[in-house]
RNA sequence: GGACUCGUAGCAUAACGGAUAGUGCACCUGACUACGGAUCAGGAGGUUGCAGGUUCGAAUCCUGCCGGGUUCACCA
């Protein structure tokens, strides 16, 4: 890494001229704008303290220094307070060798011990899967790939809220006006079909808060009052007594909705390692609760409540049991927490959860800390920003909610007929032309949410996501099927193999340009890997697939009457495809042959 | 109201405290009788919400204000 050996050079310089020790982050190097003429650069206005010159002549001791010092500097120039350093040719076309043909270029060894444990999707089963979750998937499963990357173990888990009120409240319509029907019945998705009753119950719930209220109750007590409501906080207490009738119910719907979601799931390329249930760990949360009690941590109010006072830190006082016993959110989530760790005694354990659940992570840990867990401040919230439509948020009640499954039936659908106004491969089977349609819906879909920073909040344009022009996901799986194409005229014309470097050789602008973009590869995946952003990892694939385009246009490859050049290119080329293909799969596109 | 968070061209977005704030969409003008035009080149479009402060240097850090969002549930 040539950065590694500059800034080691550049604390000999300071030591040297200004006879100074100077600390590592005093040092600056950043890559040189395109507008100047450099490879990197050096910021000096940190030094001037030392040097007690003028930016100008410290920039140019440094810069003389650095040339006699490091053998693939080749030049320098000073402009205001930046030293712009120039490396050799030899140094770039060094790396394309050692590099080009290596098939794992951008992975990074194995080093950890202990994995990361990283929980995303974690849906409840009484609604199907949403926009919401679709960012939530995407970014916890490309944020595994990328720290899988960069050399950790990974654990992808997936904590399926099973139990609860919610789910209580589809059982119960269900049983009460379901009829015995089944998404078999129906030919409803499982998922859909139990949606359904959780919105009757809705329904059906508001008209009794209604009656309630016609007879003059207020309307907060009505909506606590209702029939149904008690009826599915009954089922809730029978459900976690056991109940034998509740239990099978409950097994049989839930059942219903895993065969939903495994559908989407797999239709996404979405995996896990592990799957939790919260009816598996609940209890483990009572009896963490439990221990809280006796060890005083926590306190038991006279209805049989159980709170954390948190008021010390800051915060409130925090239920973690309710008066009837039965556990909430906070009470499996302790317990889910100790299971994992139990389990992997992970380095890491991340958490990918929309923002507005920023304060119950603040309290878990905390309360995870006052039970004695000194692993708690390994918990990391993964907070990702909401997804909002150009309309404002999304909302069931005014039917805005934009569902998984209907989402990309639509970018298929879009890819379809944009690919055949194009018409380019009527050779296609229907099974290719298909696997074709879903790769470039799906590259659509995923490139548009992953290239957004993770914390913020973005906007999905329904409209903009199914472009695929400019900066998106299909404009990189085009380049990558151009370059696949060139490669396949190269190899049956036998030519390419013959890729012997000419040192002596000028490079073109702009195959020096790709092959620092190339170069950078490998931080860039360690970047993402830091920070778990696929951003980052997304804005680099758009880089290098517009520079190639560039390169493609301003100059011939196959055409090149010069053997060397024109195998040289050629090499390039497909160092270029290749990690498109790497930095694609880390957001979990496939790149295609043709298309 | 308290806590947290976000305001960058019409829209969507990028920028470890560094140079003239990048990019895409939309809009206008062009491109090799094509190694794939789902491409490329050019144009227009900004007081980075406002006002102070820290700094050699601020979209970025601090303070105040304005505006949006989230949260403060015996929901998850």
Redesign the pocket.
């Known amino acids: 890494m040539i950065e590694i050996i500059l800034i080691d050079r550049l604390k000999s310089a300071i030591k040297f001229l200004y006879k100074e020790d100077i600390s590592e982050n005093l040092i600056?190097?950043?890559k040189?704008?395109s507008?100047?003429d450099?490879d990197i650069?050096v910021?000096v206005?940190?030094f001037l303290k030392l040097s007690r010159k003028s930016p100008e002549q410290t920039a140019d001791e440094i810069g003389k220094y650095l040339i006699e010092n490091i053998d693939v500097v080749e030049s320098y120039n000073i402009?205001?307070?930046?030293l712009?350093i120039v490396i050799k040719q030899k140094f770039w076309l060094k790396f394309f060798e050692d590099n080009h043909n290596n098939e794992s270029y951008g992975k990074h060894n194995s080093s950890s011990v202990s994995p990361v444990v990283i929980e995303y999707s974690s849906p409840?089963t009484n609604k199907p899967l949403h926009l919401g979750h679709i960012r939530n998937n995407l970014l916890g499963w490309s944020v595994s790939e990328i720290i899988l990357n960069g050399g950790k173990e990974v654990k992808k888990v997936n904590l399926i809220?099973d139990r609860?009120?919610?789910i209580c409240k589809s059982m119960l319509a269900w049983m009460k006006w379901g009829e015995g029907s089944s998404p078999e019945s129906t030919n409803l998705k499982g998922d859909k079909f139990v949606g359904e009753y959780y919105v009757l119950f809705d329904k059906k719930n508001k008209e009794q808060i209604a009656e309630l209220v016609a007879n003059g109750m207020d309307n907060d007590e009505a909506a606590k009052k209702t029939d149904l409501l008690n009826e599915a906080k009954d089922l809730l207490i029978r459900w976690e007594n056991e109940d034998s009738e509740v239990r099978e119910l409950w097994n049989k719907m839930n059942g219903w909705v895993y065969d939903g979601f495994d559908i989407t799931y797999d239709r996404m390329g979405i995996d896990f390692h592990k799957v939790y249930h919260?009816s598996e760990t609940y209890i483990l949360g009572k009896k963490l609760v439990n221990d809280g009690v006796i060890n005083g941590v926590l306190f038991k109010?006279d209805?049989g409540?159980v709170w954390c006072n948190l008021t010390d830190e800051g915060l409130?006082e925090k239920?973690v049991l309710?008066?009837?016993g039965t556990s909430?959110?906070m009470t499996q989530d302790l317990g889910t927490a100790q299971l994992r760790f139990d389990e992997f005694k992970p380095s890491e354990f991340i958490y990918v959860v929309g923002?507005?659940?920023?304060?119950?992570f603040d309290v878990l840990k905390l309360i995870l800390k006052k039970l004695g867990k000194s692993w708690a401040e390994h918990i990391y919230h993964l907070s990702y920003g909401?997804v909002e439509l150009?309309e404002g948020?999304m909302k069931s009640r005014e039917g805005t909610v934009v569902d998984a499954d209907d989402l990309m039936d639509e970018m298929y659908n879009t890819?379809k007929s944009?690919?055949e106004e194009?018409g380019?491969f009527n050779d296609f089977s229907d099974q290719e032309a298909h696997e074709l349609y879903s790769m470039?819906s799906l590259g659509a879909l995923k490139y548009f949410i992953l290239?957004?920073?993770p914390?913020?909040?973005?906007?999905f344009?329904p409209k903009?996501s199914i472009?695929?022009?400019?900066?998106?996901g299909?404009?990189i799986q085009?380049t990558h099927?151009?370059i696949?194409?060139?490669l396949r005229?190269a190899s049956e014309n036998n030519i390419g193999s013959n890729s012997k470097l000419d040192y002596n050789t000028a490079l073109e602008t702009k195959e020096t340009s790709l092959i620092k973009l190339l170069y950078e590869y490998p931080s860039v995946t360690i970047q993402a890997s830091e920070n778990m952003s696929p951003?980052?990892v997304a804005?680099y694939a758009?880089e290098l697939a517009?520079e190639f385009?560039?390169f493609?246009?301003?100059?011939?490859?196959?055409?090149e009457s010069d053997e060397g050049k024109r195998d040289f290119r050629i090499s390039l080329s497909a160092f270029v495809a290749r990690t498109l293909k790497s930095a694609m799969a880390l957001l979990g596109i496939q790149v295609p042959e043709?298309?």
């Open positions: 600056q190097i950043q040189t704008r507008e100047f450099g650069t910021v206005f940190p402009i205001k307070g930046f712009n409840n809220n609860g009120i919610h919260e109010k209805d409540s409130d239920l309710r008066a009837d909430v959110y923002n507005e659940q920023n304060y119950h909401m150009p948020k890819a944009t690919s194009l380019k470039l290239k957004v920073d914390k913020k909040t973005m906007t344009n903009e472009d695929f022009n400019g900066n998106t299909p404009f085009y099927a151009r696949k194409s060139i005229k951003a980052l804005n758009y517009k385009n560039q493609y246009h301003d100059i011939s490859i196959l055409k043709r298309m």
